[in-house]
């Protein structure tokens, strides 16, 4: 980093470059986001032409935005004409309209058909995400034919490693590896040393399910295809990696009560971040006042045994705890398939079972504190610890169930997460807590 920026500052351009030229492309996009705009895009320009594309790939949205609108239309062209097509979608679909339109309209026929192509998918498909890169082969190919075919396009595909054969609609029948075809007689068929049982991707496959995928089979690519089985892109591990963060990401916001956000923290503006997090914190807030209702309602129960108030704090956070341990537990589940929902009761009578042993230690953990630092009655204690087992009982059935329920109508599991279980526990435990005491202690 010091370096060039003395270089920079030294105005030494060509030893900058080859500099440059000998560094990591995501290592010299890291260095880039931390110039300033304008040495940011000084440092672009001086890149040699056949790593621009590539270090441009490995930039922020906002720093690519930047260097786009700043080149002139020539320059902008080329760099969309050397991206891969699934890096330069996505870097379109994050670009006003205006700007896309004079991009595309610049870029060369090739690119602009590959674009326009994955931008037909939904948003979130493995149509949207994959590459139209790849090395195709024939049947009836000789493997030097083959070898040859991979030397004249094999440096505008997304890997080599595996080689995709079709018959003459197109249609995937079978893959190659590279190692196969380096090891086979040059003149030994395609069809015959290809391996027939394909796994392969559907265009309109959730994303989601795509990285579980990748997950499963323990591929480093892909195939993607239509209805017909034909073969329209590839989808790469690099892509996938990308794919986990981010549902990784939405889920934590949305466990978190926050409207998931596609920019970085850092990158949010305080009104963007505020409307992200406002909708939730209104509907909890306004569900909360039920709890207060309840508080309400049971007022001569507390004015007769005060101390009761004490505890209600202790009582809610306990349960909003246990159902949020029980609700994440099974998020994570649902969301790599390890649980679906025919396996409701199985987890049920699991987290039944969790919840007496817990509860059972909590309460006498408890009962025990009560009598000997508190100095409350036998009577007082056993109401306290009675409700908290209760509580622990019932937030482990909600905690487990929400998410599952959720799933089934077709909502995102992690809705049901924390901040939603808690106050929907809060309210059952003061409504055990008070029916409890009333009845023990006869009060209210």
């Known amino acids: 980093m010091d370096e060039i920026l003395e270089l920079l500052g030294k105005k030494q351009y060509t030893n900058l470059r080859q500099h440059l030229a000998e560094m990591n492309h995501a290592d010299i996009a890291v260095i880039m986001e931390e110039l300033p705009k304008e040495e940011m895009l000084k440092v672009f320009r001086i890149l040699p032409k056949d790593m621009a594309a590539d270090v441009f790939s490995y930039l922020e949205v906002e720093s690519q935005q930047f260097i786009i609108t700043s080149l002139s239309d020539k320059e902008a062209a080329n760099i969309i004409d050397n991206l891969m097509a699934d890096d330069a979608t ?5 670009m006003p309209a205006n700007v896309v339109k004079k991009l595309l309209a610049n870029a060369n026929p090739e690119t602009r058909r590959d674009i326009n192509h994955l931008l037909r998918y ?75 049982h394909v796994i392969s991707l559907h265009t309109l496959m959730d994303q989601e399910e795509v990285a579980r995928q990748f997950k499963k089979y323990d591929f480093t690519a892909m195939p993607v295809v239509d209805n017909e089985n034909r073969l329209v892109g590839i989808i ?47 509907l909890l807030m306004i569900s909360a006042t039920f709890t207060g209702k309840i508080i309400s309602s049971f007022e001569e129960a507390l004015s007769a045994c005060v101390v009761l108030t004490a505890y209600i704090p202790m009582l809610m956070d306990t349960g909003g705890n246990a159902g949020g341990q029980a609700s994440v537990t099974i998020i994570r ?55 908290l087992i209760a509580t622990v009982f019932i937030a482990k059935i909600v905690g487990c169930t929400l998410p599952m329920f959720a799933k089934k109508i077709g909502w995102d599991p992690a809705v049901m997460a924390s901040p939603f279980i808690t106050t929907i526990v809060d309210a059952l435990s003061l409504m055990i807590y008070f029916q409890i005491a009333t009845r023990v202690l006869g009060i209210g």
Not at 90 to 94: Q, V
Not at 261 to 273: H, N, Q
Not at 351 to 380: P, W, Y
């Open 90 to 94: 996505d870097f379109l679909e994050e």
């Open 236 to 282: 790469t591990v690099d892509d996938v990696v990308d794919i986990m963060e981010e549902e990784a990401t939405e889920d934590i916001e949305k466990m978190a009560a926050i409207v998931p956000s596609d920019k970085p923290y850092m990158k949010t503006g305080v009104w963007e971040t505020y409307k992200k997090r406002i909708p939730w914190l209104l």
């Open 333 to 387: 589940g649902l969301s790599l398939n390890e649980i679906e929902f025919k396996d409701m009761f199985r987890i049920i009578w699991k987290e039944v079972r969790v919840a007496v042993v817990c509860g059972i230690t909590l309460g006498v953990a408890n009962f025990a504190k009560l009598l000997l630092m508190d100095h409350l009655s036998v009577t007082v204690a056993l109401v306290i610890c009675t409700t």
């Open 122 to 196: 939904p948003e979130d498909s493995a149509g949207s995400i994959m590459t139209v890169e790849y090395v195709d082969l024939k049947e009836s190919l000789t493997v030097a034919e083959a070898i040859e075919r991979i030397r004249n396009v094999g440096l505008d595909s997304e890997t080599i490693n595996i080689c995709y054969v079709l018959d003459g609609q197109r249609t995937l029948v079978g893959t190659v590896a590279l190692r196969y075809l380096l090891l086979s007689p040059p003149e030994e068929l395609i069809g015959d040393i290809m391996h027939e």
